[in-house]
């Protein structure tokens, strides 16, 4: 179809669509970027053996982001669809999945934001209030999107009922959400800093309070051009140019935080800041929270720093012979820096323990772990954790 520039339509196009089709160029390179990157750690998460609510929206993200996304950059560039019967039937396949995709990333907030606050009531009845208000609304607006009039051949695209500012809403429910969240992570994180101060950019990068304000921003962005921007006419996309990449990077930055999670993501995961010592796993640069030694049934345990202490000096908890190795650390190895390194003596089960006293050493159970909080500028999610068993 030729216009009167000779151009066909596919290539004639009027300026705020021709940055709509740019920039969602840049959305899809976004997009791929991300899940090639995230691939490696994805891959390490579908190991583990639990499936929590957070490794489930995960995965649920990564897939549906693609399936939404790719689809509908597929029928925007097509030059080959009509605008009936084809963009007539396609219209609602992005306003309902896109609502389905703030759902899913709106939920791995609330249980986020809830764990880190121990699930106090009443933060998560205002997180649980907003989830639902944007269930309802997102699903109302959705039958107020028609596909956007355009030309034969420059493709398919849905866009607000007549250009209606109003429709807004399906994004401003889920944009002051995402603020809540943003707002009570910063709040969390900065209780924080009486027990250790940090500078503003370990902060951000410790608690990824960095994704929660893209989240917010891009949203904001979006909203923003929804209730601000005036459109030339009923057929100009301008509305929506902000649409594409607001969805992608709210899925991506979610995923990426519910990596970040360290430690299980059952409950929602713990929050985990830098103090030092607190078996709680709200923080420690160490935690050892379960260490025993149990000699049969009736056994007692001893602490990390039992043991610790009778490998320095040699004496055995009961008055027995000395239990062999010795600590690569020193006494305050707890409440050292996060950089700092302890080793537990494990005795192969070909070592000669009992040589020196000529007995047959009694089985040991021994089951140490140990969570460490490394330094963010080597790594930003690493979190050491072994465990030892011998018997």
């Not at 709210?250 to 990426?256: E, G, S, V, Y």
């Not at 010592?277 to 929270?289: F, I, P």
Request: charged share 15%; aromatic share 10%; glycine share 8%.
């Amino acid at each position: 179809m030729s216009n009167s520039t000779g151009l066909p339509a596919s290539l004639d196009l009027p300026a705020h669509l021709s940055a709509q089709k740019y920039f969602f160029v840049c959305t899809l390179t976004v997009l791929s970027w991300d899940t090639l990157v995230l691939s490696p750690r994805s891959y390490k998460l579908s190991r583990t053996k639990t499936w929590p609510a957070l490794k489930a929206l995960y995965y649920f993200l990564q897939v549906w982001v693609v399936s939404d996304f790719v689809v509908t950059g597929v029928m925007f560039f097509s030059t080959s669809v009509t605008q009936d019967p084809d963009c007539r039937r396609f219209w609602p396949y992005e306003p309902i999945c896109t609502a389905i995709l703030l759902f899913a990333a709106s939920t791995a907030h609330v249980i986020r934001i809830s764990a880190i606050y121990s699930h106090a009531n009443r933060v998560r009845s205002i997180l649980l209030g907003l989830l639902f208000a944007q269930a309802v609304v997102t699903a109302v607006c959705c039958g107020f999107y028609r596909s956007v009039q355009l030309l034969d051949g420059q493709g398919c695209i849905a866009g607000p009922l007549n250009n209606q500012s109003w429709v807004g809403v399906y994004w401003l429910i889920p944009t002051v959400l995402y603020g809540a969240s943003f707002t009570l992570a910063v709040s969390r994180s900065l209780q924080t800093l009486e027990a250790r101060p940090l500078t503003p950019w370990r902060l951000m990068l410790r608690d990824n309070l960095n994704l929660y304000g893209t989240i917010f921003f891009v949203n904001l962005i979006n909203v923003l051009f929804y209730f601000i921007m005036k459109p030339t006419g009923y057929d100009d996309p301008i509305k929506t140019i902000v649409t594409s990449m607001a969805g992608v990077l709210t899925a991506t930055m979610t995923m990426r935080i519910i990596l970040g999670v360290r430690g299980s993501l059952e409950n929602g995961g713990v929050f985990s800041a830098t103090g030092s010592g607190q078996v709680s796993g709200l923080s420690g640069s160490m935690t050892a929270s379960a260490v025993g030694v149990a000699r049969g049934r009736s056994a007692p345990t001893y602490t990390l720093g039992d043991i610790h202490t009778h490998s320095k000096t040699g004496a055995d908890p009961r008055g027995a012979d000395k239990m062999e190795g010795t600590w690569d650390g020193d006494k305050s190895s707890v409440d050292a820096p996060a950089d700092a390194k302890v080793v537990l003596p494990i005795v192969g089960e070909n070592d000669n323990v009992g040589e020196e006293s000529g007995r047959i050493p009694p089985k040991v159970n021994v089951q140490v772990t140990v969570d460490q909080q490394v330094q963010y500028d080597e790594y930003l999610d690493e979190e050491f954790s072994g465990k030892a068993v011998r018997g």
